[in-house]
């Protein structure tokens, strides 16, 4: 049976309060907030985000980690929410090297809620990956350091790396999907423009090899939307932090 990833709770990695919160005020996590909270590796003194149940953010201290629940002193409300207000999804063909640690940090940092690493015709493998640099293990704690440092509500799933096939399968169940292609002369942002906020959104970025033919034929029996990013051939890393930003700037996640 085939996962439901957006209809699942988008919080379950976000600490949301389910009252109103005020400064200079003490809550309890427990239950589900309390594994919310587990999921990001706290500490007594750390300072954390929570969402309360009119969709403000607030920061908070833990002032105190038991076993089953935590005491966190809510001293500031923040200025503006730390979550876009639709749920992106980033599928990113496998790159050399690094690069990878860097998508997954500055996607972080941009908003997007989950990411997803295949493989394509043109990509490496993750087997080709790990002999040289064996770091999978390493991309979800990636994530929840981005998250912590750009103090987002919210961690993004990191998926297991899977076939192009199986991608495009995870994506169906998203609201709007977008593939960039080189030779596409329709821009993203112009894509995007006069268009409002769809509830999921599917970004799918190729391989620094390119895609293969059949692979935008694929993409676009799926519902895919071409779109480029102008004349310049842009590495794989380049593309994927330009896109989200592109698509957090038009829809109000930035």
């Given amino acids: 049976m085939r996962t439901n990833h957006s209809q699942r709770n988008r919080n379950h990695r976000q600490i949301c309060f389910p009252a109103r919160l005020k400064e200079e005020g003490e809550i309890v996590l427990e239950g589900n907030l309390f594994s919310a909270l587990g999921k990001r590796e706290p500490f007594p003194g750390e300072i954390i985000t929570v969402q309360d149940a009119a969709g403000k953010a607030f920061r ?18 923040m200025t503006g929410p730390t979550e ?3 749920d992106l999804f980033l599928f990113q063909a496998l790159p050399e090297k690094e690069r990878m640690e860097l998508i997954i940090q500055k996607a972080t940092e941009l908003g997007v809620s989950c990411i997803c690493p295949f493989k394509s015709r043109h990509s490496i493998s993750l087997e080709e990956r790990e002999a040289t640099q064996p770091k999978t293990h390493r991309w979800q704690q990636i994530a929840l350091k981005a998250a912590k440092q750009c103090r987002r509500a919210s961690v993004p799933d990191v998926l297991p790396y899977c076939s192009f096939a199986q991608a495009l399968e995870i994506a169906r169940e998203l609201d709007f999907k977008i593939i960039l292609w080189e030779k596409e002369g329709t821009r993203l942002a112009s894509l995007i423009r006069n268009m409002p906020p769809p509830r999921s959104v599917a970004m799918i970025i190729g391989p620094e090899g390119g895609w293969a033919e059949e692979e935008i034929q694929q993409a676009l029996q799926e519902g895919f939307c ?3 990013l102008g004349g310049r051939i842009l590495r794989t890393e380049t593309a994927a932090i330009a896109a989200c930003a592109i698509l957090q700037y038009e829809w109000g996640g930035l």
Avoid: M, T, Y
């Avoid at 833990?62 to 409300?77: G, M, N, P, T, Y």
């Fill in 60 to 77: 908070g201290r833990i002032i105190e980690l038991k076993e089953d629940q935590a005491r966190v002193f809510i001293f500031e409300e």
């Fill in 84 to 86: 876009p207000p639709f």
């Fill in 226 to 228: 071409a779109a480029g």
